[in-house]
């Protein structure tokens, strides 16, 4: 069944596009609803009905955005008291697992002594580790990478971001950033040192976006851009800034933004040929709200995917990945589909996502950060984006193909993802994995650096 732009926004009115399993509400952000314009074309009795049947505070807080006006920050956001889309589990009970301190771990001083202890400590279970994901996703981690820059943009300022990224990294085995090996820097959107104010609301993103890219590419250079909100205009200024500073992989850590008439004029922010542009496609499940999110739906960034990840001793690689039934997917309402995506059920618009990686409140990865007490275990769209930045990193992001087209054309370093479902659509690829390109998967998940 194709689906076209107008039917897509009638289903969402209707509530005839549904989400199959709830996401916890910690990972959740404030509702969102569908662009004027899209709604118009949806029968006026389907409007009342799908506004009826909608929770009174969904209805109250649901924000509303002008037509041809840019999203602002989400209220949810700024009222929450964790991280927006990312959910947070203490670890759990257990022996920790430790690994061997690289060589020269940092220099003398109080940097050594707090390496070696962090080192010493381990990471408490219940999380999947760096070598855990290097060894799923087979990364040759150890061996590339040098010279490849990574930047992580960020609303606010994360006073911590260091000390967390160090305890993370010395945990796991790798060497810290410090003067012998300045691998952070930290800048503001316009390329400066003076920070935005701290939130809290953001830490935990600050931490997963480092963590994870250091997790596939260890000796990548990371470069942190702290925007001044999180308005969509102050992350596309983010983006242009991470370039401008040499970045050749840029992970937008938030990208929350619902697709809305002129979406266009944002778009050169998110477009730098050379430069691979990651962001997650959501956790909002199938066509969640009817619309897809910025800056994600734009062809010229890579739309990440969320997965489970799970050992699985039976299989040839190891591990078992299924889409993650919380992961977003579905067609643009206003993107063009790109050359590489073959037409399908989305017409001549975007079909989302392109790749993924683990994002799963099933499975989460172990992060470290400051303001949510030390080790946590983490889920959430976000996740995703940042490990799959570090793998185009770690392939230093050959600028001959555009990044978005590389693992159409290289598939065979991809794994496919060939089960699970994000939502009800007729049995169609917009919300069931199968073999081959899918919505909730898109190509697959990396299977080393050859498709990035």
Same mark, same amino acid.
């Given at each position: ?10 289903? =969402?009115?209707? &509530? ?8 916890? $509400? ?16 949806? $029968? ?28 602002? *920050? ?8 964790? #991280? ?34 962090? =080192? ?18 087979? +990364?040759?981690?150890? +061996? ?13 300022? %994360? !006073? ?5 990224? @160090? ?10 950033? #410090?003067?012998?090996?300045?691998? +952070? ?15 809290? @609301? ?8 480092? #963590? ?6 260890? @000796?990548?250079?990371? +470069?942190?851009?702290?925007?001044? #909100?999180? %308005? ?29 008439? *002129? ?20 956790? !909002? ?29 039976? %299989? ?10 919380? !992961? =977003?997917? &579905? ?19 975007? !079909?989302?996502?392109?790749?993924? =990686? ?14 949510? *007490?030390?080790?946590? @275990?983490?889920?959430? *769209? ?71």
């Amino acid at each position: 069944m194709r689906i076209t732009r107008t039917r897509l926004a009638m289903l =969402a009115a209707a &509530g005839a596009l549904t989400l199959l399993a709830a996401v916890p $509400p910690s990972a959740t952000a404030a509702p969102k609803t569908a662009p004027a314009s899209a709604l118009a074309s949806a $029968p006026a009795s389907a409007l009342a009905s799908a506004r009826a049947s909608a929770p009174a505070s969904a209805r109250a807080s649901a924000p509303a955005f002008a037509p041809g006006a840019a999203p602002q *920050g989400r209220p949810g956001c700024a009222a929450a008291k964790g #991280d927006c889309m990312l959910g947070v589990a203490k670890p759990k009970a257990g022996k920790a697992r430790t690994f061997t301190a690289k060589a020269g771990l940092a220099a003398p001083g109080p940097g050594r002594v707090a390496a070696q202890k962090a =080192a010493a400590g381990g990471i408490p279970p219940g999380g999947l580790t760096a070598a855990d994901l290097q060894d799923a996703y087979k +990364l040759p981690s150890d +061996l590339l990478g040098g010279g490849s820059t990574i930047a992580v943009v960020v609303p606010m300022d %994360t !006073t911590s971001a260091e000390k967390d990224l @160090n305890t993370y990294r010395a945990a796991n085995g790798m060497h810290v950033c #410090d003067a012998e090996f300045p691998c +952070l820097r930290k800048i503001d959107q316009r390329g400066g040192t003076t920070p935005p104010p701290a939130s809290p @609301n953001w830490t935990l993103h600050t931490a997963v976006g480092l #963590d994870m890219a250091s997790a596939a590419c260890p @000796n990548c250079s990371l +470069l942190l851009v702290e925007a001044d #909100d999180d %308005t969509l205009a102050s992350q596309g200024a983010a983006v242009d800034q991470a370039v401008a500073q040499g970045a050749r992989t840029v992970v937008v850590m938030d990208g929350w933004f619902p697709e809305y008439e *002129g979406q266009d004029a944002m778009a050169p922010h998110f477009d730098h040929p050379g430069v691979a542009i990651v962001a997650a496609s959501g956790d !909002t499940g199938f066509n969640g709200g009817g619309h897809e999110l910025l800056p994600a739906a734009y062809p010229t960034v890579v739309a990440v995917a969320g997965t489970d990840l799970y050992r699985d001793p039976a %299989t040839r690689r190891g591990w078992a990945e299924t889409s993650w039934r919380a !992961t =977003a997917s &579905g067609c643009s309402l206003y993107e063009k589909r790109p050359s590489w995506q073959r037409e399908g059920d989305c017409g001549d618009r975007r !079909t989302v996502a392109d790749v993924a =990686a683990v994002a799963s409140d099933y499975t989460p990865v172990s992060a470290f950060n400051s303001g949510n *007490g030390g080790w946590v @275990n983490v889920s959430g *769209g976000p996740v995703a984006p940042a490990l799959v930045g570090g793998v185009y990193g770690l392939a230093g992001n050959p600028a001959s193909t555009p990044a978005p087209q590389r693992p159409y054309t290289h598939r065979r370093y991809m794994f496919d993802i060939t089960s699970g479902t994000n939502g009800t659509c007729g049995g169609s690829i917009l919300c069931t994995a199968r073999t081959g390109y899918d919505g909730p998967s898109g190509m697959g998940a990396p299977n080393g650096t050859g498709a990035f």
